[in-house]
T-cell receptor, first 116, second 115 residues
Framework: EPEVTQTPSHQVTQMGQEVILRCVPISNHLYFYWYRQILGQKVEFLVS????????KSEIFDDQFSVERPDGSNFTLKIRSTKLEDSAMYFC??????????????FGNGTRLTVT | AQKVTQAQTEISVVEKEDVTLDCVYE???????LFWYKQPPSGELVFLIR??????QNEISGRYSWNFQKSTSSFNFTITASQVVDSAVYFC????????????FGTGTRLQVFP
């Protein structure tokens, strides 16, 4: 069964550094998402992306965050200047036609980001 | 506003016991979707079920069953004859039809099944 792939599985970075988290969504999916989960807490929506633009973003997704689909297969989340509180598990997800069209949401295995 | 409440933060049972995880949701939409995900200790999110608001039929999948009741805005999850491998955090989530395409997750219930 096709799956969403995220790399790396664990990334350690120093405060203030830029970090890029990478995701390869399922190939025929059109809707892409990033969620994050601070250790021991609930999963929180960050951003959704469709047709090469952001369709929705949460309050968490401030100017330090950006997303890109650079080459038609990868979907990346960039944090420009990481803070300690950015330490979390970041989940990429994709959907063929969007959750509101009753299309399942498939999550990757996550990237654990540790900011020191 | 949409909200998902999982009042049980942690449940401990002994193997072979049945256990029910509660989920209560709030939404103003008449069309919405409810989900359950399992997060084992390895950290990934494993999809268990999706149910739309028009389908109130209960569902059974092996040892898992789900009870959707719109009258009480609940979507409870029961594991029958629990096993150690069921130990995980279970999240209930809600998505409304409309302008938003995001899932709102509950805070999760940690289930520990002891041998």
């Amino acid at each position: 069964e096709p799956e969403v792939t995220q790399t790396p599985s664990h990334q350690v970075t120093q405060m203030g550094q830029e970090v890029i988290l990478r995701c390869v969504p399922i190939s025929n999916h059109l809707y892409f998402y990033w969620y994050r989960q601070i250790l021991g807490q609930k999963v929180e929506f960050l951003v959704s992306f469709y047709n090469n633009e952001i369709s929705e973003k949460s309050e968490i997704f401030d100017d330090q965050f950006s997303v890109e689909r650079p080459d038609g297969s990868n979907f990346t989340l960039k944090i420009r200047s990481t803070k300690l509180e950015d330490s979390a598990m970041y989940f990429c997800a994709s959907s063929q036609q969007g959750v509101t069209n009753n299309s399942p949401l498939h999550f990757g295995n996550g990237t654990r980001l540790t900011v020191t | 506003a949409q909200k998902v409440t999982q009042a049980q933060t942690e449940i401990s049972v002994v193997e072979k016991e049945d256990v029910t995880l509660d989920c209560v949701y709030e939404t103003r939409d008449t069309t919405y979707y409810l989900f359950w995900y399992k997060q084992p200790p390895s950290g990934e999110l494993v999809f268990l079920i999706r149910r739309n608001s028009f389908d109130e039929q209960n569902e059974i999948s092996g040892r898992y069953s789900w009870n959707f009741q719109k009258s009480t805005s609940s979507f409870n999850f029961t594991i029958t004859a629990s096993q150690v491998v069921d130990s995980a955090v279970y999240f209930c989530a809600l998505s409304e039809r409309g302008d938003t395409d995001k899932l709102i997750f509950g805070t999760g219930t940690r289930l520990q099944v002891f041998p």
